[in-house]
């Protein structure tokens, strides 16, 4: 059927901040923030994708709660679904180990304050409406 395959980012908060990872690769994204995340594999799921991709790029032990609704085009084939997530108790701290050089938690405040990816931008702010208010983000 569709060629359509699933990027997963996450929403990952922890004490009332968003975690922003600053892309390292390809080129024409370095330099560019996105909401941490990848590729859904063949027969993943999505949330079990993203627990995936935060242990490969951050080294962080996370949990999915929940689909922030919506879905934003990318490059053909890709789509992006957000999911928000918190990092479980005993977690390692984030580090950016793969595919980014700088990592931030941002506050309510300074969500605006890196330049996020074009096609992030749509879906941070969904997140933010989604849970903002009782994360306290906004
Ligand atoms: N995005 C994007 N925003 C965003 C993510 C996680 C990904 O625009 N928040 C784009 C960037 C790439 C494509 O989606 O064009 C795939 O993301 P990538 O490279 O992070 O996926 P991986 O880690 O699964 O890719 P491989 O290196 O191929 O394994």
Same mark, same amino acid.
């Given at each position: ?10 929403? *990952? ?5 968003? @975690?922003?990872?600053?892309?390292? +690769? /390809?080129?024409? =994204?370095?330099?560019?923030? &996105? !909401? ?43 789509? *992006? ?5 918190? @990092?479980?108790?005993?977690?390692? +701290? /984030?580090?950016? =180990?793969?595919?980014?050089? &700088? !990592? ?35």
């Amino acid at each position: 059927m569709s060629e359509r395959i699933v990027v997963v980012g996450a929403a *990952l908060v922890d004490d009332g901040r968003l @975690l922003a990872a600053r892309r390292s +690769a /390809p080129v024409e =994204l370095a330099g560019r923030w &996105e !909401l941490p995340g990848g590729k859904v594999e063949p027969g993943e799921t999505a949330d079990a994708a993203l627990v995936r991709e935060l242990r490969e790029e951050l080294g962080v032990d996370a949990e999915a709660d929940g689909r922030v609704p919506g879905e934003w085009p990318l490059k053909s084939p890709y789509v *992006l679904q957000v999911w928000t997530a918190r @990092l479980r108790p005993g977690s390692a +701290a /984030p580090e950016p =180990l793969e595919d980014h050089d &700088e !990592l931030r938690w941002l506050r309510p405040g300074e969500i605006w304050d890196v330049n996020w990816l074009d096609q992030d931008v749509p879906a941070v702010r969904q997140t933010l409406a989604h849970l903002g208010a009782a994360e306290g983000l906004t």
